[in-house]
């Protein structure tokens, strides 16, 4: 099993036609992710990538039953796509737009209040269930069938993290990357949710960084409902000088807030494992299982 998508999600990409939707979604599909349709207004009725191609989200629906949306729309824009997916009630939207105003995911965020969305994202390098469905930019050299659930704020070690789990042996449920951005979708507390609800999932990675409160919040969670699998932990940005925001807009401390070793012991006294560097992360899994 996995969480969020598998073989028979049904998905949509909204900016279809784009060259970069284009690119991706080729490749998803070559994977063997079921792409069903595309939204680009007023390109309703035509085919792209040999899929019909809808004006809206909500035909698209219609059209082809959908359950899942990837948005490669532009950051102007972005903010109206993800809306108009919650309003049509897809279950699963994967935004992996970069420099989405922050404003307008105060108002995404508005609109997922009492929806039945899961919002990945934005700047999200998307989910990935290993040879059953990609729906995101994420690369799959590396990917095994496995048990491990990986839940990551930065895309680069996840695909470290990802060749490690697959090289041990231990391989992957599900990785979802909830992106960089300081307001976004669901977080790691969703994700550990779901991995903890998923039988084929015996153990959880969560990849941090500095800036936010993500794992803070987690740590929060794990001290309130008992962890029934073990769970791992990467914070990067040890060094990072504080007060000044490192690659991910999401990626900054504020007068001592949120750096990475109050994460770190945070999480620590939740009873979360601590990889003590990016190299060691399957291992530490490894002998947490044990």
Same mark, same amino acid.
């Given at each position: ?14 900016? *279809?036609? @784009? ?5 991706? +979604? ?17 390109? &309703? ?6 899929? !019909? $191609? ?10 082809? &039953? ?6 490669? $729309?532009? =950051? =102007? ?10 309003? /049509?009630? +897809? ?14 995911? $105060? ?13 990945? @994202?934005?700047?999200?390098? #998307? ?21 491990? &659930? ?18 041990? #042996?231990? &391989? ?7 992106? @960089? ?17 998923? !039988? ?7 990849? @941090? ?30 060094? /990072? !000088? =504080?007060?000044?925001? *490192? ?16 994460? +770190? ?8 494992? +601590?990889? =003590? ?14």
């Amino acid at each position: 099993m996995a969480i969020l998508v598998g073989s028979e999600t049904r998905v949509i990409c909204q900016g *279809m036609t @784009g060259r970069t939707a284009s690119y991706h +979604i080729e490749r998803a599909m070559a994977y063997g992710t079921n792409v069903v349709g595309g939204v680009r207004p007023g390109k &309703g009725g035509t085919r792209h990538l040999d899929v !019909p $191609v809808f004006d809206t989200v909500s035909d698209a629906v219609a059209g082809t &039953g959908a359950d899942a949306s990837i948005v490669f $729309v532009p =950051p =102007p824009n972005a903010a109206s796509a993800m809306i108009e997916a919650i309003e /049509a009630e +897809i279950p699963v939207v994967v935004c992996v737009t970069e420099r989405v105003p922050v404003l307008d995911m $105060v108002r995404v965020k508005e609109a997922l209040e009492g929806s039945r969305t899961k919002l990945v @994202g934005p700047n999200s390098q #998307g989910v990935l269930s290993p040879q059953a469905c990609k729906l995101g930019v994420m690369s799959t050299v590396h990917e095994r069938p496995g048990s491990i &659930g990986i839940v990551s704020r930065s895309a680069t070690l996840t695909s470290e993290i990802v060749a490690q789990t697959s090289a041990a #042996g231990l &391989g992957q449920s599900t990785t979802v990357g909830i992106g @960089g951005d300081p307001v976004h979708g669901i977080g790691f507390v969703d994700c550990l949710q779901m991995f903890m609800e998923d !039988p084929d999932t015996r153990g959880i990675i969560l990849i @941090g960084e500095i800036g936010g409160a993500e794992e803070e919040m987690a740590a929060d969670y794990l001290k309130t409902q008992k962890a029934s699998k073990p769970v791992v932990a990467l914070v990067a940005g040890r060094h /990072a !000088p =504080p007060e000044r925001r *490192m690659g991910h807009a999401g990626t900054l401390t504020l007068f001592g807030r949120a750096d990475a070793n109050q994460k +770190i012991e945070a999480l620590r006294s939740a009873g979360v494992h +601590i990889a =003590p560097n990016p190299y060691d992360v399957a291992e530490t899994m490894r002998q947490s299982l044990e």
